[in-house]
């Protein structure tokens, strides 16, 4: 099994900052993809960030440029830092790690961006 577990969600203004953590437990492979996703009132989920094992990285065209996806695969986490914010940001956050196909997924965190 595998948990995961979000923080760093909250309010913030327009222009500002966040870094969201997604700390992974359990049994958690060294080859894997760990990542963000997001979903808005009425809107399916959508792909923020991924990043592999081997660093790879890849991101929603919403985000680019704004968004930067880390990982430190010592301590099983998944950063996702969130820069120029705008309201079209404001979703639940969701932190995935998909290994040999299987996805998992954790609770959520909250994200609104509004002045």
């Known amino acids: 099994q595998v948990q995961l577990v979000e923080s760093g969600g909250g309010l913030v203004q327009p222009g500002g900052s966040l870094r969201l953590s997604c700390v992974a437990s359990?049994?958690?492979?060294?080859?894997?993809?760990m990542g963000w996703y997001r979903q808005a009132p009425g809107r399916q989920r959508e792909l923020v960030a991924t990043t592999t094992s081997g660093d790879s990285t890849n991101y929603g065209d919403s985000v680019k440029g704004r968004f930067t996806i880390s990982r430190d695969n010592a301590k099983n986490t998944v950063y996702l830092q969130m820069n120029s914010l705008k309201p079209e940001d404001t979703a639940v956050y969701y932190c995935?790690?998909?290994?040999?196909?299987?996805?998992?997924w954790g609770q959520g965190t909250q994200v609104t961006v509004s002045s």
């Open positions: 995935n790690v998909r290994m040999f196909f299987e996805d998992y």
């Open positions: 359990g049994t958690i492979f060294s080859y894997n993809t």
